[in-house]
Structures are given as structure tokens and as C-alpha cells.
């Protein structure tokens, strides 16, 4: 890794060694500074890469790991009031996450996007639409590619995902377009309160100068609040054509109103997909005429792109019965989207609720013709849908995708969208989409789907 100085004389404890602590880590060293981890994990768990110049002490935080420091860095896993943060504020040390040592490195101008839903999907359309006008650039942040590595790689720009937790420890971020995509209740066990949630999210957007640009949805009343705070200028999305600057959605076309005029863009073969992609595609599309990209290049990236994993797509057919995969679905806002528009349906959700009201899944019932429930939340969504549509526990993902199958009608859809994060059974969401697209494909392999929607050889 090429080396600077922007962190010399400093001595950084890193809190948490995964991805985005190791990208900090070394993003640190390379500039100069003397870097020490601490991490929960045993040492012999630990997978140790890397320079060895890097100080790790693993077995959990404690109080002498402060010793020396001038500088916290803290994973996005590691909750606020977490000990290790709590005698670091008390000894008055700056505590930045990894996007903040990012947007201190970063030399490039870049669009950042953040809300509850939908983020990964228009980062990455960004990045694509960037591409596709002959910039050298890259989605990273939240999507896996930290932003501080991705400074020091050789880009002209940006398009970087930033969560609530990363907003909640930064200062410094200053996007030429930030983007607010939407605003529903989610991670209150790490925040406290919604209001807490929104305030973190706005600060997407707090660096920004009157001549820089925020994106805003316009059909979202509680991000939309949020998004008339910016101190830049405003451009809407949303469905329905635009009544001022911005993107609007119309029977699968983009319609964008410029300084210029009106002008379509078309979707392609993606005018099919979702509503919810549709709307992400709109709000990308917002953002990267805003950045200064030409409609075509904004248009070629739309028609183009390909599905994220985990996000909507079909995994499995048997007989007429689709199997659905939308394991990114981890609060009720985003479940809600995935079923919007569909009949038929038997969903599987459950998992973390993360101090989320469920409640409102119920509005759901209609096109549901049963639900499986799994994992902790497993109770609590057995009683939003009691006296609405079947339910059905399972005690795996495999014994509910099977239990989803029997219950299934000729033509339904098995739709994974917990609504819950996944940590109670899976690794992570990939996980759990991994493992209902496995158990979908071995049920069905060979099998077709009866009248009954009940599978057999």
C-alpha cells in the first residue's frame, strides 16, 4: 500500500478486527501512524494478516489499551455505549469510525448514499453510471469495499454507502451529492429512538455547502422532513413525473426534470423489476445527473444492470411455484416493499428484530395466503399475523422452506423476507439467503409442485 504522513505522530487504537477494522488499520499505518487492535475474539481465533507492525491484543477490551493513544477507531458493530468507548470518552480521545478516516483521506469527489432500504442497490447503480461515463471509480463503504481503502486506490470517483452507525462517528464526510433514500424505523437497539435513527441519518448531508446537492424522496414523509434540512440545494425522486428538479418514475420510464428540460430514460428489460428497484434506480439517477454525468451514460448503466444477490431474485422454480430470495429484507420497510404488488404468497421471515415494532407487516395479509416463522422474533410475528393468515413455526430455514411448499398454491411465490437481521441463526444475511436458495434447489431438484403446491418426485 502506498504510504503518506496524514496520520504521523499519532497512536491509533483500532476497537473491532473486521472488515472495515483491518481497512483502518492498515489505512493508518500506511499513513504514518502507530496502530494497535483491540478485539473481543481470542487471539488464537483471530486469522491474523497483514503488517506486522500492527499491534493486536485480542481476549476483549480493557482499560490499558488506551494507554498511549491519541486517536479511537471504532468498528460499526461495536455499540456506542460499549465500555472500551465510554473510558475512551472519559479520557477525552476523538472517537472516528471508518468513514470518517475515509472522508479525511479522500481526494476525489463522490456521491454517498444512506437510508434504511435500497442503499447497495443505487451505490452500485452510481458506480455504474459513473463507469459508463468514462470515470475510473468504484462502489464502496457499507458494500463490503471499505472507503478508506478505497481512497488510496487510483479512482477519479466515488459512489460510497454509509449506515446510520457510520454517520453517527463522522464529521468530516463532504459529498458532492448525498442521497437519503428513505426512513423507517430500524437498529433502535443501537440508537435508542427513531428520532435518533433520523438524526444520524441526516448528517449524510451535514458538511455539505449551498452549492452542493442532496437527493431526497419525495413520497417518504419522514425522509423527506429530514431531507428539507439540508443546507444545499434539494432534488426530488419518486414516482409520478417531477414537479421540480429530480427524477420521477412513470410506467417504467425515468423522467428527469434538468435546468435544461425534461428529458426519458429507460429502464430496458429492468422496467420489470420491483417497484423498489425502480424507485433506487430513480434516485441514482438523480444523484449522477446531479454529480454532472450525461443522461446516456445514466441510461446505458439502468438498462444494463444485473441484480444484486439476496435483493428479489428468483432462486428456484418447481412446477409454477417461484422461490424468491430477498434475505436483504431485515426490517419490516424493506419485507413490506418485497411484497408489494404480490398475490399468492407464503413468507418466511424471523430472526433479530432489533427493537423494531413488527406490527406493521400485518398490512401485508392480504396477498399472504400463510406465514413461516423462525428465530427469536419467531413469537412476536406469530401474533402480528394470528387470526390474519396461517402461520407456521419452523425451527430451521430448511424445515421452513419445506413447510412453505405445502403450503404454497399452484402458481405462489415462497418469499424470503424476514423483516429481522439474521445473527440469531446465520453468519450474516448472504447466509441465510444461501441457505433458502440450497434448501429451495434440493427440495425442488427433480421434483415438480402438485395442485395442493405440495412437492413431489
Known sequence: MKGGDAFAGQRALVVGYGISGRAAAEVLLAEGAQVRVSEARRSEDLEISGDPRIELIGGGHRPEHLDGVTLVLVSPGVPYGAPILTWARERGLPIWGEVEL???????????????????????????????AGLSSRACGNV?????????????????????????????????????????????DWHGSLAAYGAAKSRIYAGQLPAEV?????????????????????HWFGMGRPTSIGVGLIEGRLVARTAAGDLEISLGSNALQSRAFRLDAAAAAAAALA???????????????????????????AGSVQFVDDSKATNPHAALASLDGRTGTVLIAGGLSKG???????????????????GEAAPQLAAVFKGLVPVSTASSIEEAVAAA????????????APACASQDMF????????????????????ASIGRSGRAHA
Not at 405 to 416: I, K, N, Q
Open 214 to 234: 442532496h437527493v431526497g424522496n419525495r413520497d417518504d414523509a419522514a425522509a423527506a422532513a429530514v431531507s428539507r434540512q439540508a443546507p444545499c440545494s434539494v
Open 356 to 374: 423494531v415494532d413488527l406490527s406493521p407487516l400485518a398490512a401485508a395479509a392480504p396477498g399472504l395466503v400463510a406465514v413461516v416463522v423462525i
Open 291 to 317: 454529480f454532472g454525468l450525461e443522461p446516456a451514460a445514466v441510461g446505458s448503466a439502468v438498462e444494463s444492470f444485473e441484480s444484486l444477490p439476496h435483493r428479489g431474485a428468483v432462486v428456484a422454480v
Open 144 to 188: 463490503g469495499f471499505p472507503f478508506s481503502l478505497a481512497t488510496r486506490g487510483p479512482f477519479e470517483a466515488l459512489a460510497v454507502e454509509v449506515s446510520s452507525f457510520q454517520l453517527a462517528l463522522q464529521e468530516s464526510l463532504r459529498p458532492r451529492v448525498s442521497v437519503l433514500l428513505n426512513l423507517a424505523p430500524d437498529h433502535l
Open 427 to 446: 453468519r450474516d444475511y448472504r447466509e441465510r439467503g444461501e441457505r433458502f436458495a440450497a434448501a429451495a434447489r434440493a427440495l425442488t431438484d427433480g
Open 405 to 416: 411448499v405445502r403450503l404454497s398454491p399452484p402458481d405462489g411465490t415462497v418469499l424470503l
Open 102 to 132: 475515509g472522508a479525511r483521506l479522500c481526494r476525489v469527489p463522490y456521491v454517498a448514499v444512506t437510508g434504511t432500504n435500497g442503499k447497495t442497490t443505487t451505490v452500485e447503480l452510481v458506480a455504474k453510471m459513473m463507469q459508463a
